[in-house]
């Protein structure tokens, strides 16, 4: 099994609601990530899990929260989003290939959009 | 911070001709240095990597990399382009970050394929 999964393909919510996003992976990769990625752009780290932990958070608002529950799920909340927040939400797992480097694998990812 | 720069947002060739799409970067460590696509509503695939192995690279699909010191290049060529090749191409360059690595990824080519 070499993929990353998520759910759900896509999401419509209101400013109010509040929702989450699903990734899995079961390549027994102990480094996971969310990035955002708007249209006609790359892709922009939001979180990385290390070892369940979370590692890096690149200064991102508080209505998002990530949780790591174990080694293969990794989960977004979402709460009182804004309709700038609208985007695609890629997942992505790494496994280290030689030493210090890392391969990023990447989930198909969520089409979120804020009404 | 190392950085990519993808010469060209937009690219168009006619099927069966060459493919070559730009990346320079900018490291003072030796960089490990990817190339992923991306195909309208997906997620990112690897199409190749570079890791100081060897500076000619070759990928998926038929895609191939040099790595030039030199010229701090890493363009992504393919000898025929095929209409399913039409995508957005992202260059990006890795680095460590604890037990995981942060990718910053090039503005993003895309390639059009014309019959």
């Known amino acids: 099994d070499t993929e990353v999964t998520q759910t759900p393909k896509h999401l419509v919510m209101g400013m109010t609601n509040k929702k989450s996003l699903k990734c899995e992976q079961h390549?027994?990769?102990?480094?996971m990530y969310w990035y955002k990625q708007k249209a006609k752009k790359p892709p922009e780290l939001m979180f990385v899990?290390?070892?369940?932990?979370?590692?890096i958070n690149e200064s991102v608002p508080s209505r998002f929260s990530p949780e790591c529950p174990n080694s293969s799920l990794l989960n977004l909340h979402l709460h009182a989003l804004q309709p700038e927040d609208s985007a695609l939400y890629l997942c992505?797992?790494?496994?280290?290939?030689?030493?210090?480097?890392?391969?990023?694998?990447f989930g198909p990812g969520t089409r979120l959009t804020v009404t | 911070a190392q950085s990519v720069t993808q010469l060209g947002s937009h690219v168009s060739v006619s099927e069966g001709a060459l493919v070559l799409l730009r990346c320079n970067y900018s490291?003072?460590?030796?960089?490990?240095l990817f190339w992923y696509v991306q195909y309208p509503n997906q997620g990112l695939q690897l199409l190749l990597k570079?890791?100081?192995?060897?500076?000619l690279v070759k990928g998926i699909n038929g895609f191939e990399a040099e790595f030039k010191k030199s010229e701090t290049s890493f363009h992504l060529t393919k000898p025929s382009a095929h209409m399913s090749d039409a995508a957005e191409y992202f260059c990006?360059?890795?680095?460590?970050?604890?037990?995981?690595?942060?990718?910053?990824f090039g503005t993003g080519t895309r390639l059009q394929v014309t019959l």
């Open positions: 390549m027994g990769h102990r480094a």
């Open positions: 490291s003072s460590v030796p960089p490990y």
């Open positions: 992505a797992s790494s496994q280290e290939i030689a030493g210090g480097i890392y391969e990023q694998y």
């Open positions: 899990y290390s070892y369940e932990k979370l590692s």
């Open positions: 570079y890791t100081s192995a060897a500076t």
């Open positions: 990006a360059v890795s680095e460590l970050a604890g037990t995981a690595s942060k990718l910053t």
